[in-house]
């Protein structure tokens, strides 16, 4: 029996198994230019962040009806479930698929329609984090935030992902601001790929509750020091990590070296698709690689229920 967890950092396009990529393909009448899943998934091989999310936004070119959405979820919460995660929050990248002039609505009633069913048919509750793309303007990120309000019922939180050297949390001042007064939640991925004085633009800029990855933190001991002291929650993806190279292989990870300094680390799936492992194989791999304890697992899944934007009634833990 997997480990009863949350999911906190978990790119719902990221989910995208190279299957259900060709099933979207031909249910929407789209050529992909691979013979099949196949050769496909031998091009899940990449040198950096950038070598990834140029793929990852090729293939969103599948994703077009209420219904891809939908089932791309639904597909994603089957999974989960089988790995014990209890609670999922749940990324999506707008500007991505507005941009190819797939609608707000399209997109957010999709994915809703699979969440809001998540409890009965999974059980695995919910939340949706909308993200910002950072590669892209401010003045867009704000254009979205505004093309969301119709749906805000749906969605809990903000944040901000894509290519993240020479985008600083910092450009995105504005936009968290107005968030932040339409009573959302607020994370962003730092220190990814990015220096850890991201991370302290995120906290003392951006306002955010807990910072995706976080990885580079452990370069900053002040930094440190500060995310220890205030139980910041760092959502690490370890398998992430690793495919995207930040990391050369899993055992020089930083994780279990970050839990013995305090942080309050979690551990998570990213882009599981694409970086070849769901929310409990990340756990496996990190136990196999680190010889992490029981003790330390349950605390990486502990960390998971406390960081969720849980209501105070939403006691999950089972753990
Ligand atoms: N978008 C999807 N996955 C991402 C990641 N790991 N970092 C930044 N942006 C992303
Ligand atoms: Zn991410």
Same mark, same amino acid.
């Given at each position: ?10 790119? *719902? ?8 990529? #060709?099933?979207?393909?031909?249910? =929407?009448?789209?050529? /992909?230019? $691979? ?19 140029? /793929?990852? $936004? ?10 891809? #959405? ?5 597909? $994603?919460?089957? %999974? ?11 990324? #999506? ?29 999974? +059980?695995?509750?919910?939340?949706? *984090? ?28 903000? +944040? ?11 450009? #995105? ?7 932040? =007064?339409? +009573? ?14 991201? *991370? ?6 951006? &306002?955010?509750? %807990?910072?995706?990855? +976080? ?20 959502? /690490? ?30 551990? =998570?799936?990213?882009?599981?698709? $694409?970086? &070849? ?39 999950? %833990?089972?753990?």
């Amino acid at each position: 029996m997997p480990l009863p967890k949350a999911e906190l950092h978990l790119h *719902i396009e990221g989910t995208l198994e190279p299957e259900l990529a #060709f099933a979207l393909a031909a249910r =929407n009448g789209i050529a /992909l230019p $691979y013979a099949d899943a196949e050769e496909l998934r031998h091009k899940y091989r990449f040198s950096d962040l950038q070598s990834f999310l140029d /793929l990852y $936004y090729e293939l969103m070119a599948v994703l077009r009806t209420e219904d891809d #959405f939908a089932d791309l979820a639904e597909a $994603y919460l089957t %999974r989960a479930a089988a790995q014990g995660v209890r609670h999922a929050e749940v990324f #999506f990248d707008p500007q991505a698929h507005l941009a190819r002039g797939v609608e707000m609505a399209t997109v957010v009633d999709g994915l809703a329609r699979a969440l809001e069913g998540a409890p009965e048919r999974h +059980g695995v509750s919910t939340r949706l *984090i909308m993200c910002f793309l950072r590669d892209e303007s401010a003045e867009s990120a704000a254009a979205t935030l505004d093309a969301a309000r119709p749906h805000l019922d749906h969605i809990t939180g903000v +944040g901000l992902d894509s290519a993240e050297v020479g985008h600083p949390p910092s450009k #995105f001042r504005e936009v968290y601001e107005k968030a932040a =007064n339409l +009573g959302l939640r607020r994370v962003a991925h730092a220190g990814e790929e990015g220096p850890p004085a991201y *991370i302290t633009e995120a906290l003392d800029v951006l &306002g955010v509750e %807990r910072v995706d990855h +976080g990885l580079r933190s452990v370069e900053d001991p002040d930094l440190v020091a500060r995310l220890v002291r205030d139980r910041v929650p760092l959502t /690490l993806c370890p398998l992430s990590n690793v495919r995207l190279r930040t990391v050369d292989v899993l055992a020089d990870h930083p994780l279990r070296a970050m839990l013995e300094a305090g942080l309050m680390a979690t551990v =998570n799936s990213d882009d599981p698709a $694409y970086f &070849g492992g769901y929310a409990d194989d990340n756990f496996h791999a990190v136990r196999e690689a680190l010889g992490l304890t029981d003790d330390q697992l349950r605390e990486l899944a502990r960390n998971s229920f406390l960081a969720a934007f849980l209501d105070d009634d939403e006691d999950l %833990r089972k753990a």
